[in-house]
């Protein structure tokens, strides 16, 4: 087998792998992934080790441009990463945002960070129409209650003994991350927050942040 063929094969098992290990399986599926993906290596004679390495290289999985990256999205961002385990790392030099997981959470996190997104920015301006100063304080005010929400979730989730993949898939992320960034010779530094002046509009958004959806419905 050439190193290309190989290289594809052992990504086929780490998408296996993922598939075996995501929370939105149901029990039957899992053991139907891992039941193939011990076959597979088996008949190629992969080890587990390779496997894991594959999955470290694709840990940085997205970067995403801060064109409209404001305050407000930034922490619904934030907060949308931690709940899908994965890690955020923004870069306000080169304007960029690049989100670590494993690829299909990274693809759920943003996925859920844009259906968050844009209700927010709907909300707020079926809130005050035709009055943008006011839907913008709306939005943050939106986006204070929306981060609220996802912690809940998080202590909830945190609290079920079920859920401790997806905190240990969060603690890992943010590992590669700040791994990466030492390997790059960066260093954490804190935003400097503005005091957000205290409005009507911005109290409003708060207590109409329960009109967000956290996730689509499927049906």
């Not at 052992?10 to 296996?16: G, T």
């Not at 899992?30 to 496997?51: I, N, P, Q, W, Y």
């Not at 996925?111 to 009055?131: A, L, T, W």
């Not at 503005?194 to 109290?203: F, G, I, N």
Request: charged residues 30%; positive net charge; contains cysteine.
């Amino acid at each position: 087998m050439s190193t290309t063929d190989r290289t594809k094969l052992i990504e086929k098992l780490r998408k296996l792998k993922t598939k075996a290990e995501d929370a939105g399986c149901t029990e039957q599926e899992a053991l139907t992934f891992a039941g193939k993906l011990s076959d597979m290596m088996r008949e190629h004679m992969v080890s587990m080790a390779e496997v894991e390495a594959a999955e470290e290289a694709e840990r940085l999985a997205r970067e995403e441009g801060m064109k409209y990256m404001d305050a407000w999205r930034r922490s619904i961002l934030g907060s949308v990463a931690l709940t899908c385990g994965c890690y955020v790392l923004f870069d306000t030099k080169s304007k960029t945002v690049e989100l670590f997981g494993r690829p299909l959470n990274v693809e759920a996190m943003w996925e859920m960070y844009q259906f968050i997104e844009k209700q927010v920015v709907q909300i707020s301006r079926d809130m005050y129409p035709g009055q943008q100063k006011y839907s913008r304080q709306a939005q943050k005010g939106l986006g204070i209650g929306v981060c609220g929400k996802l912690r809940e979730h998080r202590e909830q989730d945190q609290a079920n003994p079920a859920n401790l993949p997806v905190v240990q898939e969060q603690e890992a992320s943010q590992g590669f991350a700040n791994d990466e960034m030492g390997r790059r010779g960066m260093r954490i530094t804190r935003m400097k927050s503005r005091s957000m002046r205290d409005t009507v509009a911005l109290q409003e958004g708060i207590r109409n942040a329960g009109r967000v959806q956290l996730r689509q419905e499927v049906g």
